[in-house]
């Protein structure tokens, strides 16, 4: 009897991903670093829902959004692509298929995330609403668990060398975790603000090291 462990070799050579999810990945990746570099900062003034308000009014708002929003539904569509095209260890497959729904009701969630700016003046009084609450719990039941599958899908790719390696998994364990922790304080605390930063660029980072390590591979067994 034998069994399989996170370690146990799955195929004779490394995973070679195929042009479509390298194109996939590659453009989500450089639409969520686009994304969040256009994201607006609030004035650091009030309470959070005074906060909320000011980021709300800012020109970038839209553009950011769209970005994340066209970003989620590219990392939707890889992930939904990976477990049909290419020989995953069985845990990686797994773990795909569970961020391919996360990823998918992130991505629903992020259309009324963008179309917020539009109920901005209900909030210019400084007061708690529906779209107040709506955004906290957007940040804290979407936004952080997708952050929190990126997370464990770089370590447990990484291991099995499905996506990347152990190096690429350390970039995508912490962008990962930093973005989490930041989204899931964000409507509480000002603390953890920078950790958007930190998480954006690991989680970009991450993706586009796994594409460039996928495509070198892909390079290899072609030759």
């Given at each position: 009897m034998t069994t399989t462990t996170l370690d146990s070799p799955v195929r004779s050579r490394p995973l070679a991903l195929d042009r479509g999810t390298l194109a996939y990945l590659?453009?989500?990746?450089?639409?969520?670093?686009?994304?969040?570099?256009?994201?607006?900062?609030?004035?650091?003034?009030?309470?959070?829902?005074?906060?909320?308000?000011?980021?709300l009014l800012r020109p970038t708002w839209y553009p950011s959004h769209l970005g994340l929003l066209v970003s989620f539904g590219l990392f939707t569509a890889a992930f939904v692509r990976m477990p049909r095209r290419l020989d995953l260890a069985p845990l990686t497959r797994r773990t795909i298929r569970v961020m391919a729904v996360v990823s998918a009701l992130t991505t629903a969630a992020m259309v009324p995330h963008l179309l917020a700016a539009l109920g901005a003046d209900s909030i210019a009084d400084g007061r708690s609403n529906?779209?107040?609450?709506?955004?906290?719990?957007d940040e804290t039941l979407a936004d952080a668990p997708w952050a929190l599958g990126i997370a464990l899908l770089a370590l447990v790719a990484g291991?099995?060398?499905?996506?990347g390696n152990r190096m690429t998994a350390v970039i995508g364990v912490v962008g990962g975790l930093s973005f989490a922790a930041a989204a899931v304080t964000i409507p509480f605390t000002d603390t953890l603000d920078r950790l958007f930063a930190v998480g954006g660029t690991g989680i970009t980072l991450w993706t586009l090291t796994v594409v460039a390590v996928g495509a070198w591979r892909r390079r290899g067994q072609q030759v």
């Open positions: 590659t453009a989500a990746a450089v639409a969520f670093n686009v994304g969040g570099a256009l994201h607006p900062n609030d004035d650091g003034t009030g309470n959070k829902v005074a906060q909320l308000h000011d980021m529906a779209l107040s609450v709506f955004m906290t719990l291991v099995t060398k499905d996506l």
